[in-house]
């Protein structure tokens, strides 16, 4: 997990692009409480989570970002499990299926790795970066921000990227839609969309409630801005 030297990681990484910002630059209970109304079907205590270690990487010295994006990798692939929001405007702006690694389960994914070759999806904090056009097509790289749990994403070739097996057809005919190797792919048909909105240094978090995770992660327990401001 990132320790006292995770500022020096951030900015080793080219992340640290702004003055510290208070957690109350984010919302806080209030951005918690006006998401809540725009996305009532995202677990509460899953926002709460993303919003507290938002708040955390803002503390940290990050810029803040105009949109957020979660993703609740303990609801089964069939369900739409990804949101994005915009900050500023307090808006959902999409809520969609979103695949997991291969290595990460069936429908429902209780595996995470940050370690290359796994295909396993990763957890944490990232924040995404630039775009490009590879061998999926218009695609988005992130970097993950929490040491040992996903800064390997770059390394992993861990991207957003559209997706044919990402189609509610494949729930109909097996339960679920298709695996990626890692990558938190989308429908074909929303993938541009999403790579737009979510490029150039957006926040997404990504959920699963490993205890380990949770009882050590510096930026879900961070005397500033963490749950508690949030209560």
Not at 15 to 20: E, F
Not at 74 to 99: G, K, T
Not at 183 to 198: G, H, K, Y
């Amino acid at each position: 997990m990132l320790g006292r030297a995770s500022c020096v990681f951030v900015i080793a990484a080219g992340l640290c692009l702004g003055a510290s910002l208070p957690a109350a630059a984010a919302g806080g209970t209030e951005l918690v409480r006006a998401l809540t109304a725009v996305a009532p079907t995202l677990d509460r205590t899953v926002l709460r989570r993303a919003v507290a270690a938002m708040n955390c990487a803002l503390d940290r010295g990050l810029e803040r970002a105009e949109r957020l994006a979660i993703i609740d990798f303990s609801l089964p692939s069939s369900e739409q499990r990804l949101w994005i929001f915009d900050l500023s405007q307090r808006e959902l702006l999409l809520n969609e299926l979103v695949a997991h690694g291969q290595g990460s389960g069936q429908n429902v994914a209780s595996r995470f790795s940050n370690v290359s070759g796994s295909h396993q999806s990763s957890i944490g904090l990232f924040r995404t970066s630039e775009s490009y056009r590879g061998r999926h097509g218009y695609s988005l790289r992130m970097d993950g921000l929490e040491a040992g749990i996903n800064d390997l994403a770059r390394e992993r070739a861990i991207v957003i990227h559209g997706a044919d097996y990402v189609d509610p057809q494949w729930i109909d005919r097996q339960g679920r839609i298709g695996r990626s190797q890692g990558c938190p792919a989308v429908r074909q048909e929303v993938a541009s969309t999403v790579v737009d909105t979510l490029k150039d240094g957006q926040f997404l978090f990504s959920w699963y409630p490993d205890p380990d995770w949770l009882a050590n992660s510096d930026f879900l327990n961070c005397p500033a801005g963490g749950l508690a401001s949030l209560d």
